[in-house]
């Protein structure tokens, strides 16, 4: 049986994983819509190659979360690759103003991706 901890790391590995999943195939095609939540949510018009390392980045925090599931060291990477890029779209929004629900999914990213990193320091 696993332990509670154990539980809420394969939780927040999961959560992350899929937002990372997703955001990684949005940007690596260049969906329309995936374009515009960049410009609506953290304000940022990227050309074709800043998508590209976006996708980059998303792929490879999805792998470290996965192979972290197995190894502290690959999980810890992947949490500050989490934590890096949902820190950074939540203090966008932040600095533009954004209250209540706008800032509703990225409080749950950066929230699980920094209790993901503190589990995995004490793991």
């Not at 949490?79 to 509703?104: K, M, N, P």
Request: net charge positive; aromatic share 4%; charged share 15%.
């Amino acid at each position: 049986m696993m332990s509670p901890v154990r539980i809420v790391v394969v939780v927040l590995t999961a959560l992350l994983a899929l937002e990372l999943l997703l955001n990684g195939v949005s940007a690596a095609v260049g969906l329309r819509v995936w374009r515009q939540r960049m410009h609506e949510i953290p304000r940022l018009d990227l050309g074709r190659g800043a998508e590209l390392l976006v996708a980059l980045y998303s792929v490879l925090g999805l792998v470290l979360m996965v192979v972290g599931l197995r190894s502290t060291q690959a999980l810890l990477a992947g949490a500050v690759l989490a934590l890096a890029g949902a820190g950074a779209v939540l203090a966008r929004q932040l600095g533009y103003g954004d209250r209540g629900r706008a800032l509703g999914s990225y409080l749950l990213f950066t929230g699980s991706a920094a209790l993901l990193l503190v589990l995995a320091v004490l793991r």
